[in-house]
């Protein structure tokens, strides 16, 4: 649109100004009643009774309780919590694997033809993504405890909460990494005959095994915060361990307990950037 | 293979109208040389040879069965007897060339034999014979993005090789080749369809290696065939025909500037 300012100049104004301005303004709108719905008021970090109270608060974290017996206590929770991890990740695996393939419309033999099985693995699909939902559609926590109540105190409920909530997770990622890759090379090789598992070894895995490597590494490194939140709802492990010492106000073993995931989320970070390099 | 190709159309999702009522057959042993402009439908007649795609109407048989018409199970023996040298390979660029020659047997391998050899090659003399007559034996166990892009589409060559099928399609084998190379790849695809009996459909955009090479020539224009004639029959004005709508040049592999 051509105007003329008063100035006499010509002057060009942007078509698209308006929606925009109006698309901010439209999103602030709805923006707003969400903060106050979530009674985000984060001045009250910078009320002076408060900072007193946060304070008094942090002090007790220092210094880190290191005492031998107690180091003890966390070396062997911090490996129950990685072994519960691990073990959940890899029984997650097992589920998401299957699921990710199916799913996988990369794969999919029935969509190059014959159109003859096209509605019945259109159904397989939708039960595979139904199933998918329904596994992580219900927070970890709340598998846990379930779980505690049939497997009782104990690593075993934590696995598998992890194992069913990450399963569906991972599946999902797994189906989306398949198919945001190049599709062409599984393609072909179903063309000439070839399995779908078989295409997707040849032609899917090779310019996708980093990716999905690295994913499964980070969903590792959230398994181990997870199974955190598993042990405050008795699945023992370093979670177990922190409650009772938040519990009994311990702020030195608090800290200890903190220091030990760094070090955890440090270790997956590395563990994910040598299997990239090996797989590149 | 036989292969009979009776009136077959392809119409694209966009309605686009790629093949118009196309109808030839080729025997076993046959060779034949697809030529045509860009875009007058070569990819689209080989995709629908190679069961990738389904004709719109008509239909195409493989040795006397339909692919459209049969079991899932019989489809996939058919398409493992089928294979397709690619324009650009098919090929992941972190495969190695052993590993990409040896896919293309999956469709005759057991799965638990394909995965077996995606960690240690149960086959390594069968790749190399095939790498070999493309002059490519020494690149067996480099990795795919290391090839330039004729090596690369070789690769794909000795893939189809290795496969061993009755019927060979090949989409411009030989586009990323020098003359020397092209002549020599050509030469291969056409020394083993003959010795065993195969049919090769190949479309090609130079003008001169189809005629040099292949004793039959279909001329395709506009989704429809123009000619299907012995190269010593096809005249120069019906090239020009066929070329018309790039202003009557001929690709030529040697004026193709390589």
């Not at chain 1, 023992?236 to 760094?262: A, C, P, W, Y």
């Not at chain 2, 972190?94 to 469709?107: C, D, E, K, P, Y």
């Not at chain 2, 989409?171 to 990323?176: C, G, N, Q, T, W």
């Amino acid at each position: 649109m051509k105007h003329h300012s008063s100035s006499g100049k010509p002057y060009i104004s942007d078509p698209a100004a308006s929606s925009r301005l109006t698309l901010i303004a439209v999103s602030l709108v709805i923006l707003w009643p969400m903060l106050e719905l979530a009674q985000f008021q984060p001045w009250l970090l910078l009320n002076p009774e408060n900072i007193e109270v946060l304070g008094n608060f942090l002090v007790q974290f220092i210094p880190p309780n290191t005492e031998a017996d107690f180091l003890r206590i966390v070396l062997v929770a911090t490996i129950e919590t990685l072994a519960m991890a691990t073990a959940g990740i890899a029984l997650a695996i097992l589920i998401a694997v299957p699921l990710g393939l199916t799913i996988s419309h990369s794969l999919s033999i029935s969509r190059i033809g014959p159109g003859s099985n096209y509605l019945f693995s259109k159904f397989v699909r939708f039960i595979a993504r139904f199933l998918m939902l329904f596994l992580r559609g219900i927070p970890e926590i709340v598998w846990a405890l379930l779980l505690v109540r049939i497997f009782g105190l104990g690593p075993t409920a934590g696995v598998l909460a992890i194992a069913i909530t990450y399963g569906g997770m991972l599946s999902k990622v797994y189906s989306e990494i398949l198919e945001s890759g190049n599709t062409l090379p599984a393609r072909a090789l179903l063309v000439s005959g070839s399995g779908r598992l078989a295409a997707f070894f040849y032609g899917l895995l090779p310019s996708t095994a980093q990716e999905l490597a690295s994913y499964t590494v980070y969903r590792w490194e959230c398994a181990v915060r997870a199974s955190v939140v598993a042990g405050f709802v008795g699945a023992g492990g370093l979670g177990q361990l922190m409650d009772q010492s938040m519990k009994m106000l311990n702020g030195g073993e608090v800290s200890t307990i903190l220091v030990v995931f760094f070090i955890l989320v440090l270790l997956a970070d590395n563990i994910s950037l040598l299997i990239r390099k090996q797989l590149e | 293979m036989g292969c009979i190709v009776q009136n077959i159309s392809f119409n694209h999702a966009n309605g686009n109208k790629a093949l118009k009522n196309i109808s030839f057959s080729v025997n076993s042993g046959e060779s034949i040389a697809i030529i045509g402009a860009s875009g007058s439908g070569k990819t689209t007649l080989l995709n629908l040879l190679s069961t990738a795609l389904k004709p719109t109407t008509g239909y195409i048989e493989h040795n006397g069965s339909n692919p459209w018409l049969v079991s899932k199970k019989a489809l996939k023996k058919i398409r493992s007897t089928i294979g397709t040298v690619h324009q650009s390979p098919p090929i992941p660029s972190q495969q190695r060339v052993v590993t990409a020659v040896l896919a293309g047997r999956l469709g005759q391998w057991s799965l638990f034999k394909s995965v077996i050899s995606l960690i240690y090659p149960l086959d390594i003399l069968g790749p190399h014979t095939c790498l070999e007559r493309l002059q490519l034996g020494d690149r067996l166990f480099d990795r795919c993005d290391c090839l330039s892009g004729g090596q690369l589409q070789r690769v794909g060559v000795a893939r189809v090789l290795y496969q061993a099928p009755q019927l060979l399609l090949a989409d411009e084998p030989v586009s990323a080749m020098d003359p020397v190379l092209s002549d020599s790849v050509i030469s291969q695809l056409i020394n083993e369809t003959v010795s065993r009996n195969a049919t090769l459909i190949a479309s090609l955009h130079a003008v001169d290696i189809a005629l040099r090479w292949f004793p039959r020539i279909i001329g395709i224009k506009n989704g429809e065939i123009a000619f299907d004639l012995p190269p010593a029959v096809v005249t120069e004005s019906m090239l020009k025909e066929l070329y018309a709508s790039e202003m009557g040049n001929l690709p030529m592999q040697a004026n193709r500037g390589v």
